[in-house]
């Protein structure tokens, strides 16, 4: 079977035409995703009903020209079989029952087996394999140690970190040792969902942006690298993403990974021009997709001229947002697939 356009990318080929996904393909911009939604008000329940799952999951894929699958789920579904209760409330966004604050309630974490907990992801992605054509990759992914981390400590979705940072700059050890377990928990996850059937892995750094380049070095780097290493050995490309995390591509270009998935943020040609033999991912402002559709044209046209010469996957520089028209994600894929390098 011939690869697709996405994993020849990943193996560091130069396509005419380039692949695209988008972060949050499956979610609320779409109707029918909201129809589905509306059937679970529970989001967690939603998420390990792999029927539902695998459904979601394949619903943008319909609509639109995508170069791959991900998977529905979400980077917080590894904190309950940890120990770590979690809800996700309408309006407010994820909360964690007894945030994690000591040394002794790290010590108290389960050591959760994801086989076994989360046995519904690896039904979902059976589930999606067989409603996806052959050559779309279903992408597998976890969120990094540090922002997985920042929920379990900070209660809630927090820019600055400020819990994580107190808990690091009090007590180390206690610190180190929760991130070295998401490490591992982490890692072991993401390279099951590649034996379940995953063509590639993503790593989402949600908040890795809200430390310096030192404290990054020292509070995320190492057990990002950590979860690599295990995951790698499933032998599926690992994408790395960091949001708002410019300031730290020198740290972030040293990992392991496959490819870099860049924020919108980012000054995309100066990013490759720095660095012409590493395999990027963006990112397109996804607020852009509001605009009329001659400017997302023009815009993604910019990318695609500035890449065309280089492996390079097509995305958003973060999630689609709520609100975005149909027809702005239309035409930025449009864009892509009738460009000729
Ligand atoms: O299509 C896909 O991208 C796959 C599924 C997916 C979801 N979340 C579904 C989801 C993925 C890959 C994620 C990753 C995720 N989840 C991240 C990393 C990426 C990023 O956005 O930076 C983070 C930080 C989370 C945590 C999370 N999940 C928050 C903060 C929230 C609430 C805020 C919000 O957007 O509603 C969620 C809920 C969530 N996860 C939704 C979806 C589709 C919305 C739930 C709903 O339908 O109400």
Redesign the pocket.
């Known amino acids: 079977m011939e690869k697709s356009l996405f994993l020849k990318t990943c193996a560091g080929e130069v396509t005419s035409t380039k692949p695209v996904w ?7 911009y779409l109707p029918e ?2 129809e589905m ?1 509306a059937k679970f008000p529970n ?1 967690l329940e ?2 390990a009903n792999p029927e539902a799952a695998a459904e ?2 394949v619903q ?1 894929l319909r609509r639109f020209d995508l170069d791959a699958a ?7 579904v590894v904190l309950a079989p940890m120990g770590i209760s979690v809800e ?1 409330i ?1 309006g407010k ?2 909360q964690v029952k007894s945030p994690v604050q000591s040394y002794r309630d790290i010590q108290g974490l389960s050591t959760f087996d994801s086989s076994k907990e989360l046995a519904y992801t690896r039904k979902a992605i059976e589930l999606t394999k067989q409603q996806i054509s052959k050559e779309t990759p279903l992408l597998g ?1 976890v ?1 990094g140690p540090l ?1 997985v981390a920042s ?1 379990a400590i900070e209660g809630q ?1 927090s820019k600055a970190l400020a819990h994580t940072k107190r808990l690091y700059y009090q007590d180390p050890g206690a610190y180190h040792e929760f991130l070295d377990k998401m490490a591992t928990d982490l890692g072991t996850y993401l390279s099951l969902q590649a034996d379940w059937g995953c063509d590639a892995l ?1 790593i ?1 750094d ?2 890795a942006g809200a430390l310096s380049a030192e404290d990054y070095q020292k509070m995320a780097y190492p057990y990002t690298q950590k979860l690599i290493s295990i995951a790698k050995k499933a032998g599926k490309p690992i994408i790395h ?1 960091a ?1 708002g995390a410019g300031h730290l591509i020198e740290n972030i270009l040293q990992l392991e990974a496959t490819a870099f998935g860049l924020d919108f943020r980012n000054d995309l040609s100066a990013t490759l021009n720095k660095n012409p033999n590493t395999i990027f991912q963006g990112n397109l402002e996804p607020a852009l997709l509001f605009a009329p559709v001659e400017t997302i044209q023009e815009k993604t046209l910019e990318i695609l001229e500035q890449v065309k010469n280089r492996p390079h996957i097509m995305n958003l520089g ?3 947002l ?1 609100e975005t028209p149909l027809e702005g994600v239309q035409a930025f894929i449009k864009t892509i697939k009738n460009y000729k390098a």
């Open positions: 988008m972060m949050r393909q499956a979610g609320r995703y909201r939604r989001f939603f998420v979601v999951t943008p991900i998977l529905f789920s979400d980077i917080l996700f309408s966004g994820p992914f969120g922002t929920y979705t993503v989402m949600s908040w993403y949001n973060h999630g689609v709520q």
